[in-house]
């Protein structure tokens, strides 16, 4: 279903083996959440999505694991920014601002997807779902 959607906006999407139990499940446990289904399904279907140049456009477990590690501990970032345990990110777009869902009291409630501004430290809403934001990302309908 995944693959199928994004290869009607983009033909030479390039997609990865699908996630094993064990990568959905350190994901989950890493952040103590419950992946929302339309991001589990994806990933369960294709480990990430990259563009023809390599660059992805839906991070895989080991980068979301590494990304969202590096953003809550980095001492650096404590110093600049409020905290990221209320956003898990998912993909970024690369100039340094990042894409996400939003975490609120330690769970994921809706499938809304956010940017996080690398300059300003602002979080906002770009898309209603995962699909709608891989949709209008692709098209050029979102930017930042």
Same mark, same amino acid.
């Given at each position: 279903? &995944? ?22 499940? #350190? ?24 563009? #023809? ?11 979301? =694991? ?8 980095? #001492? ?48 906002? &809403? ?7 934001? =891989?949709?209008? &990302? ?7």
């Amino acid at each position: 279903m &995944w693959k199928d959607f994004i290869r009607t906006i983009k033909e030479d999407a390039a997609f990865a083996k699908a996630a094993t139990e064990a990568e959905l499940e #350190e994901v989950s446990d890493r952040f103590n959440l419950v992946l929302p289904k339309e991001l589990k399904d994806l990933l369960e279907e294709t480990n990430g999505v990259s563009d #023809e140049y390599g660059c992805h456009l839906v991070w895989p477990t080991s980068r979301i =694991i590494e990304e969202n590690l590096e953003a809550r501990s980095s #001492e650096d970032y404590k110093d600049e920014y409020m905290p990221f345990d209320s956003l898990l990110f998912v993909a970024d777009a690369g100039n340094g601002d990042l894409f996400g869902y939003s975490v609120l009291n330690g769970a994921i409630t809706k499938d809304d997807i956010y940017t996080w501004n690398h300059e300003d430290d602002s979080r906002t &809403w770009v898309a209603p779902s995962l699909k709608q934001f =891989i949709e209008g &990302w692709i098209k050029g309908e979102i930017s930042v």
